[in-house]
Structure formats: C-alpha cells, structure tokens
C-alpha cells in the first residue's frame, strides 16, 4: 500500500463520517414534539375545593426542540386488537374540535414550551368498546405525521 492509496482511504473515512455528522445534525434540527396521556383525571372546583365527578384525559405536548411549531388538531384512534393495530386499521378515528382547557387549537408551540388539553373519558369510552388500544395524539406542521401515544383506560 503506498501513500496514495492510505490518502484515498482516509478521504474515503472522513467523508463517510461528515455524511453521518450532517445526517445526525439534519435529524435533530427539525421539531420534536414529546406527549404524554394520563386518563382518569379529575378537575378540582376552585371555590369548594372538590373533586368534579367527570373524567377527564389529559394530553401534554412539549416542544423538545429549537424550532417553532403549530399544534393543529387532537386526534384519537382505537384499535381492537393487535392486529388492527399493526396493520393500522383503526374501529375509530376521532378529532377533538375544542379541547378542555385554557390553550386552544390552533397553538404555536415555542422551543421548550409546553401545551395542555383535556379530553372528555366518557366520550372516548362510548364510542370505542372495551379494551383494545387507544392512542391520542397531535398533529403538528413540522412534521406530515402524527405523534402519537398509547392510553391505558
């Protein structure tokens, strides 16, 4: 091996590797929205201090990276079973038009900011039937997909 080919070899590695770093740096400019579901939530009436008998599924979005998104609908799925699911073939497909809370949709959604929204359990409940799996999710303009996460009614 003489010292054209060990040139060649170290361009052919150097490039290799700046091809990865400018994959990896593509991939971490864009949005990454994290949410999170917890079912069975209750509000508490501020005058009295009681539990209100309703329950509610409340949806976190936050904005883990440095750029600006639009939160655009509150979707939910349901699924039957597995196989539904992993051929994403949905029982039920829903859109929240007006979630409970003080945030509406449409939201701009900072870097590091956070959005909430409830949605009503029972509502969920009867037009999906018992056990399955149920996703809730959002929609937002830095991506074509939804995110989505599993609820455990």
């Not at 449409?106 to 149920?134: C, F, H, N």
């Amino acid at each position: 091996m003489d010292i054209s080919e060990i040139a060649a070899w170290w361009g052919a590695v150097i490039a290799t590797i700046v091809l990865v770093w400018d994959v990896i740096k593509w991939k971490k400019s864009r949005a990454n929205v994290r949410v999170s579901a917890s079912p069975n939530m209750q509000s508490v009436n501020k005058p009295e201090g009681r539990l209100e008998d309703e329950k509610h599924i409340f949806v976190e979005v936050v904005n883990q990276s440095d750029r600006l998104t639009t939160i655009t609908h509150l979707v939910t799925k349901h699924y039957s079973n597995i196989w539904k699911r992993l051929f994403n073939k949905p029982d039920m497909q829903g859109v929240v038009t007006e979630p409970i809370g003080r945030q509406p949709i449409p939201y701009e959604l900072e870097p590091g900011k956070r959005w909430t929204g409830m949605i009503s359990q029972a509502d969920v409940e009867e037009k999906t039937e018992k056990g399955g799996y149920l996703f809730c999710g959002i929609h937002h303009t830095s991506s074509n997909k939804a995110v989505y996460v599993r609820v455990k009614l």
